[in-house]
């Protein structure tokens, strides 16, 4: 059983709502983060493992809470009203370890009964976010914020940073890994954090001292 196996314990489990993301850290060093869907549609739950179809239409789905059931697993509570998987800590594992695999194999089963995922194919509309720049970056920018609307392929802060590099080609090195730290909505985020429409997006230098174009 799992609680015998000392490296499949996790050290953190943790639920980024936003980026409807669910972060674990195990003890022997690995970290996997797993999408709410993901963990919806390979839920253990016999009402789904049963079913002669893939579970579809949980593009958007989240995760409400999270119960410790015993010191062997939890039970995931998702928007949706689905309540009964449990989710041992070898399941959890497993789950993180071949992510890859069993989404490659569940797109293969959607494209067999002709299913599109809404995330694929739906417009996402206009999101529009305002940016607010601190120190430095106000003199180097010109601006103290600015409000964009975000291009498609932006749509965590990853990216956004990925795409003010490009913007501000010659400037890019404001944008550098490590120099900044970037809250969204006032909240510290994390480079999945995911982006929507009105969100308020704020880069505050770590250092007071601008980097350079040298590396």
């Known amino acids: 059983m799992s609680e015998h196996n000392p490296d499949r314990i996790p050290t953190e489990i943790n639920l980024h709502s936003k980026s409807r993301l669910l972060i674990i850290a195990f003890s022997d060093g690995k970290r996997f983060e797993l999408p709410c869907e993901y963990m919806r549609v390979f839920s253990k739950a016999k009402e789904v493992r049963t079913l ?8 958007n789905v989240n995760i409400t809470q999270i119960e410790p059931q015993g010191k062997y697993a ?11 998987g449990i989710y041992s800590w070898d399941t959890l594992y497993e789950l993180g370890e071949n992510r890859e695999k069993n989404w490659a194999g569940y797109l293969k089963k959607l494209e067999q009964i002709g299913y599109q995922r809404q995330a694929e194919t739906s417009e996402s509309g206009s999101r529009k976010v305002k940016l607010l720049y601190f120190t430095y970056l106000v003199k180097k920018l010109r601006k103290d914020h600015e409000t964009i ?12 940073i990925e795409w003010l590099r490009r913007r501000y080609m010659d400037r890019a090195f404001l944008f550098r890994d490590g120099s900044l730290q970037v809250t969204v909505n006032k909240q510290f985020s994390e480079p999945f954090t995911r982006l929507e429409d009105g969100d308020e997006v704020a880069f505050v230098p770590t250092s007071p001292v601008a980097p350079t174009a040298e590396k």
């Open 52 to 59: 002669d179809k893939p579970t579809i239409g949980k593009e």
């Open 149 to 160: 609307e975000l291009p498609a392929s932006v749509v965590d802060v990853q990216t956004l």
């Open 74 to 84: 939890v039970r995931l509570v998702f928007d949706d009203g689905h309540e009964t």
